[in-house]
């Protein structure tokens, strides 16, 4: 596809029309993404293959539901917020995410085109999602635009010196005293078994992951934003993390 094609089919999937801030220029798409995760992401054919629960549960080694509910509760205060999901994803938790959100208002943002198309086609017409083209490194929505931020399994793909503008990015959208929710991989403790299993697979895929999981994610803030850790908790042995930030 052209550049003027990918921009035209990209204003028409995005529905950036009740955005939280002007116009933007559509972002080009980073070249770690072009380089790692064509096949993932950006092929039409391999995206619709794994956007089923059922494979990512399967992936997530039987955790995505529960990976998932954990998001729910994370923003279950009430049902009227205006919440901010970076990085659109696999399955239906974005669904659920909007449904239980009630007269709220959800916006997602993603840099590809094909993962907004993806998503899009799920939504019904009158759903309260807004979708945008943006890179989760420059948001470009308002400071304090958000009740809540989402990162889910986004911060392990990117590479380190974008890991820490995404959370920074993540904590000036969202107002003080929301919630910036991360869940992501962390290392496992040494008697889970695939502390010693994934490694290779890593780095056969996730060229970003084993650097991700060896840190703390509280190494990403910089001092300056202020945040606070509200709540922390993993699963499966500590293989996967959930952080609370607070502004």
């Not at 659920?96 to 085109?113: C, E, I, M, W, Y």
């Not at 948001?139 to 989402?150: E, K, M, Q, T």
């Not at 820490?164 to 993540?170: G, K, S, V």
Request: charged share 20%; proline share 8%.
């Amino acid at each position: 596809m052209s550049p003027a094609a990918e921009r035209a089919a990209t204003l028409g999937a995005t529905g950036d029309v009740a955005s939280s801030a002007p116009a933007v220029a559509h972002p080009a798409l980073p070249d770690y993404l072009e380089r790692h995760y064509r096949w993932a992401y950006l092929e039409p054919r391999n995206a619709r293959l794994f956007d089923r629960p059922g494979f990512l549960q399967l992936l997530l080694f039987g955790f995505y539901r529960r990976l998932s509910d954990a998001v729910l509760r994370s923003f279950a205060a009430n049902d009227r917020q205006h919440l901010l999901q970076v990085g659109c994803v696999y399955g239906d938790l974005t669904l659920r995410l909007a449904r239980q959100n009630g007269a709220g208002r959800l916006d997602v943002a993603d840099v590809a085109t094909v993962q907004l198309d993806l998503l899009r086609g799920k939504l019904s017409p009158d759903s309260p999602v807004t979708l945008h083209r943006r890179d989760a490194t420059d948001l470009a929505f308002a400071d304090a635009s958000f009740d809540g931020v989402l990162l889910f399994f986004l911060l392990h793909e990117i590479p380190p010196a974008a890991q820490r503008r995404a959370l920074a990015e993540a904590l000036r959208v969202c107002r003080p005293g929301g919630r910036v929710v991360v869940i992501d991989y962390q290392r496992p403790h040494p008697l889970q078994p695939l502390r010693w299993l994934l490694p290779p697979l890593f780095r056969w895929l996730e060229p970003f992951a084993l650097d991700f999981w060896t840190r703390p994610l509280t190494t990403l803030l910089d001092a300056p934003t202020g945040a606070t850790v509200v709540a922390s908790r993993s699963w499966f042995g500590g293989l996967y993390r959930q952080v609370t930030l607070t502004p």
